[in-house]
């Protein structure tokens, strides 16, 4: 039985972990502040594509991962009991203006071919896409049925209840046995940024709000670059901003007050919803801005997994598969942007 060291417990070391475990190996995740305790733990949730145009590797490794979703966090619920909240509920955009409609159907032809008729890219009048749609200058909205939404923090949890049931360990501390993967975020980051000298990747902060509504089995919307989403517990996220420069890594702050009202003034609706939660975490972004897989640049034998940053959680599904055919089999299928050496 292969024996497999995961040092990191948020969405990349948990997905890698489940992966290995069900393919037999003995495995053991190591995490000092325990299962989803940075980013991943966080609340949004958006399981968004890249647009169907200018199509290359990481895009069409994400349309795998998330065409593999509703497959892989079934598995994960049915072994450990715990929803994840995952849901593959679209999404809606308003349509600006006359060269946003051009773009919105030259996509929707795209879609056609590049996501293999497994999901659907098209423009619908804001009267046929249902009661949760914001307003849109055009009275067009683009509908996609790729986009899926899940609870990040409850999605680490589902995980972290699977994999102790089939009897992988979740430890704070301990050696390493067999190979070992580090999927440790920007700690991990941050050791590649001083043995090199120079920014591998980075961190951006993201502040974002959880209200309490009960939209129901609603698409989330992207509305001038704000994701709303509905959970199935009777909340709804909004999300989030992108800060390069920061003083408190998780103090929320102007910018998340300014997030939520942009927010009820494209869903009036939310108007006067209790705000539940607020939240403010740092995004591991590689140099690259791909996720960062393969042979570990500074640990030699071992592997690393990082990197996440905005998309961790879509691409979570297919970067398990194939990190755990790279670690258990010696097959490598880590596209060449994905490679650690993208962002040396």
């Known amino acids: 039985m292969a024996e497999i060291t995961i040092r990191g417990a948020g969405i990349f070391g948990l997905s890698i972990a489940w992966a290995c475990s069900r393919r037999g190996a003995r495995v053991r995740v190591i995490d000092p502040l325990g ?5 991943s733990g966080g609340i949004v949730g958006a399981l968004a594509p890249h647009v169907p145009e200018n199509w290359n590797d990481k895009k069409a490794f994400q349309l795998d991962s998330l065409l593999l979703a509703e497959a892989f966090w079934a598995g994960v619920e049915a072994t450990g009991g715990l929803t994840a909240g995952y849901g593959r509920s679209g999404r809606l955009q308003p349509i600006a ?12 032809e795209n879609a056609k071919t590049l996501w293999q008729g497994k999901a659907d890219w098209r423009i619908l009048p804001v009267d046929q896409a249902g009661p949760w749609c914001p307003a ?19 999605a680490c949890a589902a995980l972290a209840a699977a994999l102790r049931a089939a009897g992988a360990e979740i430890s704070a501390d301990g050696p390493d046995r067999g190979a070992v993967i580090h999927a440790t975020g920007m700690s991990g980051l941050d050791e590649l940024n001083r043995a090199f000298g120079r920014v591998v990747g980075s961190a951006v902060k993201g502040q974002a709000a959880l209200l309490h509504h009960a939209a129901g089995p609603a698409p989330q919307l992207f509305v001038d670059g704000l994701h709303i989403i509905p959970h199935d517990d009777g909340t709804v996220a909004i999300g ?6 920061f003083d408190d890594p998780t103090g929320t702050d102007a910018a998340l007050d300014a997030l939520i009202e942009r927010a009820t003034s494209a869903m009036p609706v939310l108007h006067g919803a209790e705000v539940i939660e607020r939240w403010a975490g740092l995004r591991p972004r590689s140099k690259s801005r791909a996720p960062m897989l393969g042979a570990h640049p500074l640990h030699d034998g071992q ?6 940053f905005k998309i961790g959680f879509g691409m979570a ?4 598969e194939v990190m755990a055919d790279l670690v258990l089999e010696g097959r490598d299928a880590i596209p060449e942007g994905f490679r650690p050496t993208a962002s040396l």
């Open 136 to 154: 849109s200058p055009t009275g067009l909205v683009i509908h996609d049925t790729l986009s899926a939404r899940l609870h990040p923090r409850r």
């Open 240 to 245: 989030s901003t992108s800060e390069r420069a």
């Open 35 to 39: 299962p989803g305790a940075g980013t």
């Open 97 to 108: 203006d006359e060269a946003a409609l051009d773009l919105a159907r030259t996509r929707a």
């Open 303 to 308: 592997f690393i997994a990082n990197g996440g």
């Open 317 to 320: 599904p297919k970067i398990a």
